[in-house]
């Protein structure tokens, strides 16, 4: 069974501030991670996936998440947030890239100027 | 590429009606999945297509609840005798393959008076 765990419903930073969203996954097979944002009233768009290989993904926004097998972690930063950032983000695990996802409950991002 | 469309983009209904929602993927993507999102919680997977087959469907998907594609192109999503706990986003994703991530429509919030 696959499961995902996103520590801290809401996060608030200032403009400019580091942007640090946790999730944690448990997976009985090799994992394949993503990180969707999404919109007041609208669909998901994928920021980044892991699938094999490199650990640190690179995103769209400039976005980007570790993998870390021994934590069982794939948290996701931003060097400097940017009110445009302020939105709700999912972490998902799936067995494959096209696979059903699961998701975890969502964080809420707040930017502050 | 136009995107995922999905229609209608909310929907007000009394409880005890049918609803229907239809999903257009992207343009020769085979795979089609259906996903419910409460307010204040992570999308949950409902059922999913290889073209014209559906291949897999969550025990969320009560008797109450169909999903067809006919033609292996568009999908809908039907819901019969709707009950207040059916109020939610309703949102359709597609993806060329297996292998390749899941781009999702702005989805379809249903209102149960």
């Known amino acids: 069974a696959q499961s995902v765990t996103q520590l801290g419903s809401h996060v608030s930073v200032s403009e400019g501030a580091l942007v640090l969203l946790r999730c944690n996954y448990s997976?009985?097979?090799?994992?394949?991670l993503f990180w969707y944002v999404q919109y007041p009233n609208q669909g998901l768009q994928l920021l980044l996936k892991?699938?094999?290989?490199?650990?640190l993904v690179k995103g769209i926004n400039g976005f980007e998440a570790e993998f870390k097998k021994s934590e069982t972690s794939f948290h996701l930063t931003k060097p400097s947030a940017h009110m445009s950032d302020a939105a709700e983000y999912f972490c998902?695990?799936?067995?494959?890239?096209?696979?059903?996802?699961?998701f975890g409950q969502g964080t809420e991002l707040s930017v502050k100027p | 590429d136009t995107g995922v469309s999905q229609d209608p983009r909310h929907k007000i209904t009394k409880r005890g009606q049918n609803v229907t929602f239809r999903c257009d993927p992207i343009?020769?993507?085979?795979?089609l999945y259906w996903y419910r999102q409460t307010l204040g919680q992570g999308p949950e997977f409902l059922t999913y297509?290889?073209?014209?087959?559906?291949?897999?469907k969550s025990r969320l998907l009560s008797d109450r609840f169909s999903a067809e594609r006919p033609k292996g192109s568009f999908s809908t999503l039907e819901i019969q005798r709707t009950e207040q706990g059916d109020s939610a986003m309703y949102l359709c994703?597609?993806?060329?393959?297996?292998?390749?991530?899941?781009?999702f429509g702005d989805g379809t919030r249903l209102s149960i008076l």
């Open positions: 297509f290889q073209n014209e087959a559906q291949l897999e």
């Open positions: 994703a597609s993806s060329p393959t297996d292998n390749q991530p899941q781009h």
């Open positions: 998902a695990v799936s067995r494959n890239q096209g696979g059903k996802l699961i």
């Open positions: 997976s009985s097979v090799p994992p394949y």
């Open positions: 343009s020769e993507h085979n795979r």
């Open positions: 892991y699938t094999t290989g490199a650990t």
